[in-house]
């Protein structure tokens, strides 16, 4: 599963003409500012004429709009626009217990 990305990231290039976010320590978008972050990638793809990297997942009921910076299993960043969740503590989960 994947977490939440903590750290400093900026915006690069890649071999594939793409838009992608590395880790780096003087870099100016972090968690705080994600949306900022996509809304840059997004000027950049256009002005540069790149695909912009990000991953959205395949759904069909849930608007997915909502920026964030997640880390892989490899701890490398990434951003991820996901459907927006409620507060915590707004879903409850009741535990029956079967047998």
């Given at each position: 599963?994947?977490?939440i990305?903590?750290?400093?990231?900026?915006?690069?290039?890649?071999?594939?003409?793409?838009?992608?976010?590395?880790?780096?320590?003087?870099?100016?978008?972090?968690?705080?500012?994600?949306?900022?972050?996509?809304?840059?990638?997004?000027?950049?793809?256009?002005?540069?004429?790149?695909?912009?990297?990000?991953?959205?997942?395949?759904?069909?009921?849930?608007?997915c709009?909502?920026?964030?910076?997640?880390?892989?299993?490899?701890?490398?960043?990434?951003?991820?626009?996901?459907?927006?969740?409620?507060?915590?503590?707004?879903?409850?989960?009741?535990?029956?217990?079967?047998?």
């Amino acid at each position: 599963m994947a977490k939440i990305y903590q750290g400093k990231v900026s915006v690069f290039s890649n071999s594939n003409n793409q838009l992608v976010v590395k880790p780096d320590d003087s870099g100016k978008f972090d968690q705080a500012n994600v949306a900022e972050l996509y809304s840059t990638m997004l000027t950049l793809g256009k002005k540069h004429k790149m695909d912009v990297r990000v991953f959205k997942p395949e759904t069909e009921t849930a608007k997915c709009d909502t920026p964030l910076l997640m880390a892989d299993r490899w701890g490398k960043p990434y951003i991820a626009l996901l459907p927006e969740r409620k507060a915590p503590g707004a879903v409850k989960v009741t535990v029956q217990k079967l047998a």
